[in-house]
């Protein structure tokens, strides 16, 4: 699609900066961006009640305060290594790796997209 819509020929590279003009991310940060935007329902009690099951609060877990521990982190859960790629695991891994300032709830999918678009 990229070589389409930039007039590209068939065989050229795909570079980040043609994602960068674009304003396109690519598939595997795409689906990262839509994991997010459900966690940010779930986390404020926007989602069904069925999906939040998994996702429990670190402050709940553990009430001690290291200068490691972020506020508004999920508890990631203990999987084997078939449930790595489950929804409940790599959501609460990707909540806990954004930066502080994104886990906001007004604007987020476009916040995490420019997240995302910086680090390519």
């Given at each position: 699609?990229?070589?389409?819509?930039?007039?590209?020929?068939?065989?050229?590279?795909?570079?980040?900066?043609?994602?960068?003009?674009?304003?396109?991310?690519?598939l595997?940060?795409?689906?990262?961006?839509?994991?997010?935007?459900?966690?940010?329902?779930?986390?404020?009690?926007?989602?069904?009640d069925?999906?939040?099951?998994?996702?429990?609060?670190?402050?709940?877990?553990?009430?001690h305060?290291?200068?490691?521990s972020?506020?508004?982190?999920?508890?990631?859960?203990?999987?084997?290594?078939?449930?790595?790629k489950?929804?409940?695991?790599?959501?609460?891994?990707?909540?806990?790796?954004?930066?502080?300032?994104?886990?906001?709830?007004?604007?987020?999918?476009?916040?995490?997209?420019?997240?995302?678009l910086?680090?390519?």
């Amino acid at each position: 699609m990229i070589r389409f819509v930039l007039s590209l020929e068939q065989r050229s590279h795909i570079s980040k900066n043609h994602f960068k003009d674009l304003n396109w991310l690519p598939l595997l940060k795409r689906v990262d961006q839509i994991t997010l935007c459900h966690v940010n329902k779930i986390k404020y009690g926007l989602a069904q009640d069925y999906m939040s099951e998994h996702f429990v609060s670190q402050d709940s877990v553990n009430s001690h305060n290291t200068r490691f521990s972020k506020s508004g982190c999920f508890s990631v859960p203990k999987v084997k290594a078939h449930c790595l790629k489950s929804f409940s695991y790599n959501g609460c891994k990707l909540w806990n790796q954004l930066p502080s300032d994104i886990t906001n709830l007004s604007h987020f999918k476009n916040s995490i997209k420019q997240h995302y678009l910086s680090v390519i």
